[in-house]
């Protein structure tokens, strides 16, 4: 097969319909650039939860999971026996992590890690006045807890370091502490599980973006919860450990499961939802872009068969001076790739471009997140995946016109 | 002397509607540089005939062999080959390729045999038009062309890889007089130069002309051995 005389043919048909290689150029660029748009701003958001979700929550938490589900004392020495027992109390057990600080202490050592926080957590009731709002206390090293969330930089109003010198402190939500109609200095009186309550003192808000933790979470000093739930200064409910890279997290919580004996959670496990999400938007976007190439494929099919069948005579003329089926289907495809590929690449820009307008158009969110416009992201991977579609779908949609005007009989069009 | 085409024994059936008889037994040879004509009514089986030794048309019985190569029972690119470089096609109807120029159709066929580099296969073709005289038209697209001069440039496509026999299906059968004779007298000169020719016709002027008839009745040669 000669290709540039093949190359030549292929170009003097497709300049000689410029009109018709445009509009079966524009379908796959329309395609394509639907592809782009759709890609880079589902991929947006997903990258925009996810990153909203890792950064609000720990990559591994640590936890003593209270199970009360285990066979009474009589069942577990005769498992066979016929035992009946009335209203079995559960043993009394508490959430705490045992040597909690010291494993703290140990965790940060290992490699990998990019910060751990042993904290207190309680629910506590905040009352306010007539106002009552459940939510959770947590008692931490604000430093600590600082390093691994960047509290500094979510800080609404207030100081982080109030929190150090004032053991009354209080840091809060900032949509708790708007229901609560509570501002820094402000007092609110906050009741544990156990009955204990004391009045803090609001020294700061918070505001992470996600509206499940504004309108629940507060921080006081581990001493200041310790002290509310009548514990010893030992006494830790939770590790929160940071890792420098998120997936290492997966195999790391793993680890520390086994050597610690607590339940580990990590954050693909706590972000389900999130992810799960994520997948579906995945597939949406699949299957519309994949829509939208199969209608521009049908497009380009039904043009290069009118085109076959316009160039009949040509194609009875060329094999009889020698050209065999391969130079006919190549001569044909060629003209196919070629509108894939200018179509792709003029998709691609085009693309981006409306990619772009989006990724600086205003998007309010009313407060809930924490964005100003629209997330899309920008990835070589996106355009290289929108080329090859692209191409694909054109030379299928090119190889069966093709295939037909190979199989021309050139004797029936030369007799006339 | 060798022939240079020989078919032997040439049978060919048409299937549509009902089966037909079209070529009985057609056996004869043709000699380099003879000028031969085939003529008969219409529907005797003169194109058909044509068409086998064009080797286009693969379906029949018997054997075709042509400059000493048997053409029966080889696949589609191996006869695609011999028609590049062995033969030269000049037909009643269809002519050029309309959205090349001239020249373009010309070298096609030789651009394609890639015996010789571009260069030299536009020169050779320059030759042959000038050959026919339509070197004036080079650049022009063929679709700006006459049917007589599109008749002529074809011919000069047909001889751009120095075919071993041109075939022509009614070559004049669609011109006027003047052109038919303008045509008919290029195809004399390259038979003059020992140019093999073969081609159809009913126009028994043309015919007069070539150095051999052969004359066929109901699919069989009836005079002309």
């Not at chain 1, 008692?139 to 691994?148: A, I, K, M, S």
């Not at chain 2, 002027?205 to 052969?214: N, V």
Request: aromatic share 8%.
């Amino acid at each position: 097969m000669n290709l540039s005389i093949v190359t030549q043919i292929a170009r003097t048909h497709l300049l000689a319909k410029k009109r018709q290689t445009l509009i079966a150029m524009l379908g796959v660029t329309f395609g394509i650039a639907m592809f782009i748009v759709m890609i880079s701003f589902m991929q947006g958001v997903n990258q925009f939860l996810e990153n909203s979700a890792l950064d609000a929550s720990p990559h591994i938490r640590m936890f003593n999971e209270v199970n009360t589900q285990r066979p009474g004392l009589i069942d577990e020495l005769r498992p066979n026996g016929f035992n009946v027992v009335y209203h079995q109390k559960p043993k009394n057990e508490q959430a705490r992590l045992k040597n909690g600080v010291i494993l703290a202490g140990r965790i940060e050592k290992e490699p990998g890690v990019l910060g751990v926080s042993a904290q207190v957590a309680t629910q506590a009731f905040f009352n306010n006045g007539p106002i009552q709002l459940s939510g959770t206390i947590s008692g931490v090293d604000v430093e600590r807890e600082n390093r691994l969330y960047r509290l500094n930089e979510r800080l609404k109003s207030g100081t982080l370091n109030a929190l150090k010198t004032n053991p009354d402190g209080l840091l809060m939500g900032v949509s708790l502490a708007q229901k609560l109609n509570v501002q820094v200095g402000d007092k609110v009186s906050v009741t544990t599980p156990v009955g204990d309550t004391r009045i803090l003192r609001v020294v700061g808000t918070f505001g992470f973006g996600i509206a499940t933790i504004d309108n629940t979470k507060s921080y006081a000093a581990l001493s200041t919860v310790q002290e509310m739930l009548q514990r010893d200064p030992s006494f830790v409910t939770d590790i929160h450990v940071k890792m420098i890279d998120p997936m290492q997290a997966l195999s790391f919580g793993k680890r520390l499961e086994a050597m610690f004996g607590y339940h580990t959670e990590n954050w693909a496990e706590a972000n389900t939802a999130i992810l799960t999400g994520e997948k579906l938007r995945n597939v949406m976007t699949f299957v519309v872009s994949f829509t939208l190439l199969v209608v521009a494929g049908f497009g380009i099919y039904n043009i290069m068969n009118m085109t076959v069948m316009n160039k009949i005579k040509d194609i009875a003329i060329l094999k009889a001076t020698g050209f065999d089926k391969r130079d006919i289907v190549a001569v044909f495809l060629l003209q196919a790739v070629f509108i894939g590929l200018s179509g792709g690449l003029l998709g691609l820009l085009i693309g981006f471009g409306l990619s772009y307008s989006l990724s600086v158009t205003p998007f309010d969110t009313g407060g809930m997140l924490d964005i100003k416009t629209f997330p899309v992201i920008f990835k070589a991977k996106f355009y290289v995946i929108g080329l090859l579609f692209g191409l694909i779908t054109t030379i299928l949609a090119g190889y069966f016109p093709s295939k037909k005007a190979a199989q021309v009989d050139p004797v029936a069009i030369l007799r006339g | 002397m060798t022939p240079v085409l020989s078919a032997s024994r040439l049978n060919k059936y048409f299937y549509d509607p009902d089966k037909f008889h079209v070529l009985r037994d057609v056996s004869f040879d043709v000699q380099p540089g003879e000028f031969l004509s085939i003529v008969g009514k219409s529907g005797c089986g003169k194109s058909t005939l044509l068409y086998l030794l064009s080797t286009m048309d693969t379906e029949y019985e018997g054997e075709i062999t042509m400059a000493g190569t048997r053409l029966t029972g080889r696949d589609g690119d191996f006869l695609a080959r011999f028609r590049n470089e062995h033969l030269g096609f000049v037909f009643q109807f269809h002519f050029l390729l309309p959205e090349f120029s001239t020249l373009q159709n010309v070298m096609l066929p030789g651009l394609k045999l890639g015996k010789y580099p571009a260069k030299e296969v536009e020169e050779r073709a320059m030759e042959k038009l000038r050959l026919i005289g339509m070197a004036d038209h080079a650049r022009k697209p063929a679709s700006k062309l006459s049917g007589g001069q599109q008749q002529r440039v074809a011919i000069a496509r047909a001889l751009i890889n120095d075919p071993t026999i041109i075939m022509g299906d009614e070559p004049t059968g669609n011109l006027d007089k003047a052109n038919s004779e303008n045509v008919f007298s290029i195809f004399r000169d390259l038979a003059s130069k020992g140019q093999t020719i073969i081609t159809v016709t009913h126009d028994p002027d043309f015919a007069g002309g070539t150095d051999r008839i052969i004359e066929m009745s109901d699919g069989q040669i009836i005079s002309g051995h």
